[in-house]
């Protein structure tokens, strides 16, 4: 014998009697709206400003912390100390050229592209903040270290990150003396 569940239902309900197949049941009550349809507006807001917030949160993390300014005087005095305790070679001379380059070009205003040896005494000897009598003792330094950093390694001398040193030190007390100036006299 083969099950057949059609052939099950339909006994089942022919054994149901005539009355209780014509009566009707109540009816259902209409069915209530979904939370998602009562709320889909406002689901859909609250998703885009959880959102929202979550990116905020993920940038505020993510972005870059600002950091302390260290003044050119400082970050200059720093490079030349470390360089100081370095042996003197041709890159020695030439990173402690480029640092005090670097410090008279952002101090006294030179423009920023790189400039020749030559071109930045000329700029030295022209600038009237800086002094007839430091700028020519920073020519000189400038003239020294490309000697230096061309010479051959027997002939490279001491104390160059030194001498840097003291023209830094020059250098900022004329920036004390030009800022004394420009202050007016009290009454």
Known sequence: MKFDLRHLLLQAAAAVPAEEKMALRPPHPEIPP???????????????????????????IRRPKPVAEVPIEVRTRNELEA????????ATISAISRSLRN???????????????????RLLTASQSIGPKLSTQVVDFFKCCDQLKFAPAS???????????????LAE???????????????
């Open 34 to 60: 979904t939370f998602w349809e009562q709320y889909h507006s406002w689901i859909l807001l609250g998703s885009f400003v959880g959102l929202g917030i979550i990116l905020l949160l993920i940038w505020l």
């Open 83 to 90: 360089l100081r305790a370095q042996p003197e070679t041709g």
């Open 103 to 121: 410090y008279f070009t952002i101090v006294f205003d030179f423009p920023v592209e790189e400039l020749t040896t030559a071109e930045l005494n």
């Open 155 to 169: 002939e490279v001398s001491s104390g160059t990150a030194q001498r840097a040193l003291e023209l830094l030190e």
């Open 173 to 187: 007390r004329r920036r004390a003396e030009l800022r004394a100036a420009a202050q007016p006299p009290a009454a």
